[in-house]
């Protein structure tokens, strides 16, 4: 199974950028979704999650502005980001809780994309 993440770019204070990632290999069944991200010297944060029947949770700091969803039918996760703020900038990873083999699931890292927000 591999993930791959697509959409970073630099982008001014107040614009937008939609971020996608999408699972290939042999999948069974995609449970929880999910970004992440690390700033500069900064631990790996949870931004949104978004599970198989759709309910979703975010980062008090990107309430409002950020927008997670997914499209089941091509195994992809996207992330749309409003209003972006310089402290947004950061490698973004997506997450993806695999089911290859049932039952057994397993975490899948997508390589990270980075998203810079400056004027």
């Known amino acids: 199974v591999q993930l791959q993440a697509s959409g970073g770019g630099l982008v001014q204070p107040g614009g937008s950028l939609r971020l996608s990632c999408a699972a290939s290999?042999?999948?069974?069944?995609?449970?929880?979704m999910g970004w992440y991200r690390q700033a500069p010297g900064k631990q790996r944060e949870l931004v949104a999650t978004?599970?198989?029947?759709?309910?979703?949770n975010y980062a008090d700091s990107v309430k409002g502005r950020f927008t997670i969803s997914r499209d089941n039918a091509k195994n992809t996760v996207y992330l749309q980001m409003n209003s972006l703020k310089s402290e947004d900038t950061a490698v973004y990873y997506c997450?993806?809780?695999?089911?290859?083999?049932?039952?057994?699931?397993?975490?899948?890292w997508g390589q990270g994309t980075l998203v810079t927000v400056s004027s």
């Open positions: 978004i599970t198989s029947g759709g309910s979703t």
């Open positions: 290999g042999s999948i069974f069944t995609i449970n929880a």
């Open positions: 997450k993806m809780v695999i089911t290859t083999s049932p039952p057994t699931a397993y975490a899948y």
